[in-house]
Each structure stands twice: as structure tokens, then as C-alpha cells.
């Protein structure tokens, strides 16, 4: 059974990341697409990254925070929320498995893409928060589907949003699986903790985080932002603490270690072919960090109390740049000067022997982390599962129920299948989710720079935030 799901898995892969050969190398057209996006959504935004991360910082800080303001969360909570979605394992296995495939260099691509994918984390949570819609009882729905089937139906094409906001839940439907995280969080516990592996090990391992991810999810958004917000904080110091000391053992070792990120980037006798190909391994490990462009986030930061839709755009932006721009390089920069990418280690390995070359005890701090980060996102992608699953089948107690036991009962899977099957799979669905997503974003374009330009010139001017106590006086933005 699992070796024909092994199989259809890598069909499927085959499938979405059909290639065009460029310098040598094949390129998927989907990597293209998704590249083009971000380098489009810089320009179009006027460089948003640079604009609004000020706004952006202080807005996480919650100067401007009004109680009163439509939304369940708070800011703060809704970032962390999209962060425990996106700080995960993306950056402990995903960074090892991009200098596995890509080697050092593919990591600077990695960092350079994630520079652009805040713009496009911008753009589409920027429209989350403008499309979104709020139920009787006041809970907040939204995401891609609520952006392309709201927004596209406002500038008349509401069967092409339809088909589009359906296309994209299904698709998150798949995407939203408990695989990857459930995956390589075994694959740690087994490695170090000593934990039994194989099957009979991956599934009772698998069987108790669902129950653990089931007891938050199951309270809702808010449950969910009272954990994450409390999570977040406390698994980024634990892995960031434990790579510093790393970095701080090997201080020598720094300056060759970044010569040789920036050397291999450029390499073209890279094993993977070339600038190009080490260029498409950062683009894909950098998508599934990061996740811009895959509108998942939008899911979560739709709920953020706020008056302003480019508020929370200015917020989001901040996700690329410590998720993938901070987090992946510190990861990176710790296996180099190790040096354990040239000693045969795989995927989550190859991060674990980076720390206990420091201390043999070390990789338990790792261990703490990885269950940490795994749980986190677990507990976020719960909620975009059963978000999907609403859009598709309908908003509920009783259905909202359901999709949320389905997705804990899914997660053993994810400890039992091989990690190249996992990867493969979860890479496919990510990028089937890029395309409805970011179509809608083109063609909601206009709107979208009117409304992140118009917030930026009205904060400039004091119009809005001027007064630092709050936006409730302050009409929102209309085009």
C-alpha cells in the first residue's frame, strides 16, 4: 500500500513541475510563475518591503491596537499565528535538504527570494483582510478562496472567482495534510530521543500529537492565537539560542562559510546544474518556508483586528523576512561551519549533528524545538484545513467539527510514509496552490496598490496613526 502511494505521490510531483529547459537545466514552469509574481508584486507595491516594514514594526507592537476594530485577534496574535504556520520545520529540515539537493549556495537564493516574497506576503494578506467575510455570530472567515470568489465577483467575474476559490480549497484541502511537520518531527524524536522508529513507532508517535493538536484546534481561532502566541515566542529563542551558540563555537569558521554560500550560489559547476539549478532548489525550499504566494497565512491573518487592510498587509511582510531571511540564514550558516553537509547526514540529521558537534547533549535542545515548531504549525495548519474544508462543504459546528477530527486522524500518516514521498507530495500541492491564488492577485492588481498606496500616504500624512492612539476614528480606505 505505501509503495503504490510512494509511487502516485511522485507521479503527481512529475506532473505539476512540468519543466522547460533553460541554460541547461529544467526548470518547472511553475517556479518561473511564482518568481515572476514576486518580482511583479516588488514593483507594482513600489518596493513595499522598504515602505512599510517601519509601519510594519510598530503596528506588531500594538500601538495602534483598537479593541473595537473588526477582527477575533489581535495583530500580534494573528502574525503569530501565520508564523507558527510558516516557522517550522521548513527551516530546521528544509535548509538541510536545500544544502543536500543545492549545496551552500542555494541558501543565498533562498535569502534573495526571500527579500521578494515579502512584497507578495503583503499583497495577499493585504486582500485577505479586504475580502474577508464575518459570519452572524461575528467569527471572521477568510483566505484565497473568500479573495478571488469576493474580489473577482467586484470586478465582474464572479463564476471565474467561484471556480477559482473552489480550485484553491481543494487544493489547500491536500496541502493542509499533517505530512512534512508530523514527518520529520518523528524522524528527530527517533534520531535523538531514541524513540522506536519504522511503522509500529510512527504511528503511535503520530496517534498522540493528533490528540495533542486536537485539544487546541478544536476551541477555534482564538484558541489557536492564545497558544500560538505563547509558542511562537518561546520555540524562535530556544532555536535561535541554541544556533547562536553554535555560531559562537565556530566563529572562525564564519567568514569561509559565507564565502562559500556566496561562492556556490554563483557555482557553475554546481552537481545540480549550475547557477540555474541551484537557483530552482532555494526558489521551492524558500516557497515551503516562507509560503508566499501559497495564500495559507492569508487564512490566518484575516481574523487581525483592524479598520485598514494594508495595515495588516505592512505585518505580513515582516514573515519572509525573519522566517526565511533571518531564520533559514542562521540555520545555514551553523551547518557550514560544521561542515556536516559534507559528511553524509539527510534532511533533519544533517541540522542535528550540526548541534552536537557543540556538546553531545546539544541535538536534545534541537529535539525540544523541533517538537515545539512542528506542534505550532500542526496547530495553524488545522485551522486552514478546516477554513478550506467550510468553503467547500459549508460552515458549521457539526462540519467544522468534523473537518477538524479528519485532519487530526490524518497526522499518523505523516510518521509513517518515507520522507522523500512526504516532501514530494507536500511541494506539488503547495505549488497547485500558488496558481489560483495568485491569478486572482493579478487580477485584483489595481485595487490592490491603490489600497496599500492610499494607507501608506494617509499614515505619511498623519491622517492615519498620527495621533498613536488608535484607527477607530479613521474611515477605511474605499477605491
Known amino acids: 500500500m ?5 509511487e502516485a505521490v511522485g507521479t503527481l510531483n512529475d506532473r505539476v513541475f512540468q519543466t522547460v529547459n533553460m541554460f541547461g537545466v529544467d ?22 518591503q522598504v515602505r512599510g516594514i517601519g509601519i510594519g514594526i510598530r503596528v506588531l507592537k500594538g500601538k495602534y491596537d483598537d479593541p473595537e476594530a473588526p477582527g477575533s485577534v489581535s495583530q500580534f496574535q494573528a502574525l503569530s499565528t501565520a508564523l507558527s504556520g510558516t516557522v517550522g520545520l521548513g527551516n530546521i529540515a528544509g535548509v538541510a535538504i536545500a544544502i543536500g539537493l543545492g549545496g551552500p549556495g542555494a541558501v543565498l537564493w533562498m535569502f534573495i527570494i526571500g527579500f ?14 479586504k475580502y474577508r467575510e464575518f459570519a452572524a455570530d461575528g ?15 467586484s470586478i465582474g467575474l464572479p463564476r471565474s472567482g467561484k471556480f477559482l476559490g473552489v480550485l484553491y480549497s481543494l487544493f489547500a484541502l491536500g496541502g493542509a495534510i499533517p505530512l512534512i511537520q508530523a514527518n520529520q518531527s518523528f524522524a528527530a524524536l527517533a534520531d535523538v530521543g ?6 509500529t513507532g510512527g504511528l503511535i508517535y503520530g496517534i498522540i500529537l493528533a490528540v495533542m493538536i486536537g485539544v487546541v484546534i478544536v476551541g477555534g481561532v482564538k484558541s489557536i492565537a492564545r497558544v500560538t502566541g505563547r509558542v511562537v515566542p518561546v520555540m524562535c529563542a530556544i532555536y535561535l539560542g541554541g544556533v547562536l551558540m553554535v555560531l559562537m563555537v565556530n566563529a572562525g569558521a564564519i567568514p569561509a562559510a559565507l564565502a562559500s554560500i556566496f561562492s556556490g550560489a554563483f557555482s557553475a559547476d554546481a552537481a545540480v546544474g549550475g547557477v540555474v539549478g541551484v537557483f530552482v532548489v532555494g526558489m521551492q525550499r524558500a516557497v515551503f518556508s516562507s509560503e508566499a504566494g501559497v495564500g495559507t497565512a492569508v487564512i490566518a491573518h484575516s481574523a487581525a483586528r483592524t479598520h485598514h487592510p ?47 558537534s557543540v556538546v553531545s547533549w546539544f541535538p536534545y535542545v534541537l529535539l525540544i524545538a523541533v517538537l515545539l515548531f512542528a506542534y505550532s504549525t500542526l496547530i495553524a495548519w488545522g485551522y486552514y484545513f478546516a477554513t478550506a474544508f467550510g468553503y467547500l462543504f459549508g460552515h458549521g459546528k457539526r462540519r467544522d467539527l468534523f473537518a477538524k477530527i479528519l485532519y487530526c486522524a490524518l497526522t499518523p500518516m505523516g510518521s509513517i510514509l518515507g520522507a522523500a514521498a512526504v516532501v514530494n507530495l507536500i511541494d506539488a500541492l503547495f505549488f497547485l496552490m500558488v496558481l489560483p491564488n495568485v491569478i486572482g492577485l493579478i487580477f485584483l492588481s489595481p485595487i490592490l496598490r491603490r489600497e496599500v498606496n492610499g494607507f501608506l500616504a494617509k499614515v505619511k500624512s498623519g491622517e492615519i496613526y498620527g495621533d498613536g492612539v488608535g484607527d477607530e476614528h479613521i474611515t477605511p480606505p474605499h477605491d
Open 310 to 356: 494594508a495595515s495588516e498587509g505592512m505585518v505580513a511582510l515582516l514573515e519572509p523576512m525573519f522566517d526565511t531571511m533571518i531564520v533559514c540564514m542562521a540555520t545555514a550558516l551553523m551547518i557550514v561551519v560544521t561542515g556536516v553537509h559534507q559528511q553524509g547526514f539527510q534532511d533533519i540529521a544533517m541540522t542535528s549533528a550540526a548541534f552536537a
Open 139 to 153: 467569527e471572521v472567515r477568510g483566505g484565497p478562496m473568500y479573495v478571488v470568489k469576493n474580489g473577482l465577483a
Open 116 to 129: 521578494f516574497a515579502m512584497a507578495l506576503k503583503c499583497a495577499e494578506v493585504t486582500l485577505g483582510l
Open 2 to 6: 505505501l509503495e503504490v502511494l510512494t
Open 27 to 48: 526548470i518547472g514552469v511553475v517556479v518561473l510563475f511564482l518568481a515572476g509574481a514576486m518580482l511583479f508584486f516588488t514593483a507594482w507595491l513600489g518596493v513595499p
Open 194 to 199: 531514541g524513540f522506536e522508529a519504522g511503522p
